[in-house]
């Protein structure tokens, strides 16, 4: 939350590479090697004296990249598709559970010669009825 609040000021950052910071773009932040903090950070300081611009650059990028995936409306999308996959999830576990109840409860009524097909025939409708 810290990285995106400061994305949302346009403003440059020191990250290590790590975790989640560890996946972004080198023009978005300027990382940091946790061995070499204080040689990084001050090699970091002395190349912004040098070129304020890139790091400039480096804010603005950081806004396009909090713009482009972590808006609420991105964020919203996300949740709706894992609302939506939930749910596919949820219809075809509740197919297999009443295909198996049924079957279980119809096992009595099958022919033992194999040719009376009724328990197929309604895990069949069940799945049809459960996934549309």
Known sequence: MSQLRIWDNSLPSLVTQTGW??????DAVAFVRP???????????????????RFARMGQKGYSILEEHHSPESYVKILMDLIGAT??????ALAHSLAD???????????????????????EEIRLLVMG
């Open 35 to 53: 061995e070499c903090e204080k040689a990084d950070i001050q090699a970091h300081l002395r190349a912004f004296l040098e070129d304020s611009d």
């Open 21 to 26: 910071c560890g996946s972004l773009p080198h």
């Open 87 to 92: 749910q596919r999830s949820a219809s075809v």
């Open 101 to 123: 109840r049924a079957g279980s409860e119809m096992s009595a009524w099958v022919d033992e010669s194999g040719h009376d097909q009724t328990y197929r025939r309604v895990a």
